[in-house]
């Protein structure tokens, strides 16, 4: 959309080979396909409730996962990999181990998007709202700080295979009750606990960087 080739209500085929096993509310509101779904509410599924179908068909309006990786590479996060859309995860969860990203570039990249987004003013708000409204995930970052703290933030998950779970994951940016914005990722990889205790060591260590935020401004306007 930035480069004018692809338009906010734009119609995408969403086509009955795109079909498969997977959690996907747009699927299960056209369970026998052959739609066309307007780009914004692809991305606006995918962003708000992991829907798996929208994803993939948002990574084929762009040209497949090559040329996300190559624009990831352009802004200068090569430590976020992806190579492979859900559909192709979902034949093999191996692949899953090749399609990641280092924490540290991703709070890199939550910090690019609050403080110099690369897309336009209007696109960055209406991704910042969509992110704000996340339903999934409400136990992870969002789940032990005060109620009606802003959180925008986006969730991964693997599920269960092989006995344990390889990815429970939350990534975004808190609203500090004085406006500023922390970002923050937290991935528990490959835990043999349950989907419960991963969301909980998430949302306790979510909030006591909250806290010590809080505790770090204190301390400047003591200064």
């Given at each position: 959309?930035?480069?004018?080739k692809?338009q906010?209500?734009?119609?995408?085929?969403?086509?009955?080979?795109?079909?498969?096993?997977?959690?996907?509310?747009?699927?299960?509101?056209?369970?026998?396909?052959?739609?066309d779904?307007?780009?914004?509410?692809?991305?606006?599924?995918?962003a708000?409730?992991?829907?798996?179908?929208?994803?993939?068909?948002?990574?084929?309006?762009?040209?497949?996962?090559?040329?996300?990786?190559?624009?990831?590479?352009s802004l200068?996060?090569?430590?976020?990999?992806?190579?492979?859309?859900e559909?192709?995860?979902?034949?093999?969860?191996?692949?899953?181990?090749?399609d990641y990203?280092?924490?540290?570039?991703?709070?890199?990249?939550?910090?690019l998007?609050a403080?110099?987004?690369?897309?336009?003013?209007?696109?960055?708000?209406?991704?910042?709202?969509?992110?704000?409204?996340?339903?999934?995930?409400?136990?992870?970052?969002?789940?032990?700080?005060?109620p009606?703290?802003?959180v925008?933030h986006?969730?991964g998950s693997?599920?269960?295979?092989?006995?344990?779970?390889?990815?429970?994951?939350?990534?975004?940016?808190?609203?500090?009750?004085?406006?500023?914005?922390?970002?923050?990722?937290v991935?528990?990889?490959?835990?043999?606990?349950?989907?419960?205790?991963?969301?909980?060591?998430?949302?306790?260590?979510?909030?006591?960087?909250?806290?010590?935020?809080?505790?770090?401004?204190?301390?400047?306007l003591?200064?």
């Amino acid at each position: 959309m930035e480069l004018g080739k692809l338009q906010l209500d734009q119609p995408i085929r969403f086509l009955k080979s795109d079909r498969y096993p997977t959690y996907s509310p747009l699927q299960d509101q056209f369970p026998n396909a052959d739609v066309d779904i307007p780009l914004r509410q692809l991305i606006k599924l995918t962003a708000t409730e992991s829907d798996n179908i929208a994803s993939n068909l948002l990574l084929r309006a762009i040209g497949g996962p090559d040329v996300l990786q190559q624009y990831l590479d352009s802004l200068g996060f090569s430590a976020i990999q992806q190579q492979d859309s859900e559909q192709t995860l979902h034949g093999d969860q191996m692949l899953q181990y090749r399609d990641y990203a280092e924490p540290a570039a991703m709070v890199a990249l939550l910090r690019l998007f609050a403080d110099h987004s690369p897309l336009t003013p209007e696109h960055t708000a209406l991704l910042n709202g969509w992110m704000l409204e996340t339903t999934s995930g409400p136990n992870r970052i969002k789940g032990l700080l005060p109620p009606g703290t802003p959180v925008a933030h986006k969730t991964g998950s693997s599920g269960v295979e092989w006995g344990f779970i390889p990815a429970t994951n939350d990534v975004g940016l808190i609203t500090l009750p004085n406006g500023q914005r922390l970002a923050l990722a937290v991935f528990v990889t490959d835990a043999h606990a349950d989907q419960d205790a991963c969301e909980h060591v998430i949302a306790t260590i979510a909030r006591a960087v909250y806290n010590e935020a809080l505790t770090s401004q204190k301390a400047s306007l003591a200064k």
